[in-house]
């Protein structure tokens, strides 16, 4: 495990808090070059971050990579015509994604970025707003991905990479 993981507040629940990581320089710096690191040589047009915390390390992404930064929200915060698509989170309840309605043009290559992957739930809604509109997943980059049926799915079918991996979580719904 990288020596920047410690900063990560494991105490927490039902989450792992990130942030501390995210406030050192040396270690977020060093966390995006393990990110970005196994799409060096990917075609990438847009970096899309997941709401809120995914924002954080897509935007960092999307500056070291020199390309455009898409935001998808939580349901019900953008101002203009979305697309959205509902799931169950890690903790069971229904929530949604949305995406503006044309940020994502047909063919573009699309790193997606959240800080944790718990049940898959959320990066699926995800992925699906990025192909409705005709977009193609590049890979999926996060800190941890939970090992749990879901999660092996999304490895099975995208390119994945967590520089941190989680194999006590098949507690997840």
């Known amino acids: 495990?990288?020596?920047?993981?410690?900063?990560?507040?494991?105490?927490?629940?039902?989450?792992?808090?990130?942030?501390?990581l995210f406030a050192d320089y040396e270690a977020f710096s060093a966390l995006m070059d393990d990110l970005i690191a196994p799409f060096a040589q990917t075609e990438i047009d847009c970096v899309a971050g997941i709401d809120a915390l995914g924002f954080i390390i897509g935007a960092a992404m999307a500056m070291r990579l020199k390309t455009g930064l898409v935001t998808i929200r939580k349901g019900g915060k953008l101002p203009a015509q979305a697309d959205a698509i509902d799931f169950v989170d890690y903790t069971g309840q229904t929530k949604s994604l949305e995406l503006r309605t044309g940020t994502v043009k047909p063919g573009m290559q699309v790193l997606l970025v959240d800080e944790w992957i718990e049940t898959g739930a959320q990066v699926a809604a995800a992925i699906g707003l990025i192909e409705q509109q005709g977009g193609t997943v590049a890979g999926i980059a996060t800190i941890n991905i939970d090992d749990n049926a879901r999660t092996r799915t999304l490895r099975a079918k995208y390119r994945c990479h967590a520089v941190w991996r989680n194999s006590n979580a098949d507690s997840y719904p």
């Not at 495990?1 to 501390?20: A, E, G």
């Open 1 to 20: 495990m990288s020596d920047y993981l410690r900063l990560i507040d494991t105490t927490t629940r039902p989450r792992c808090d990130v942030t501390p």
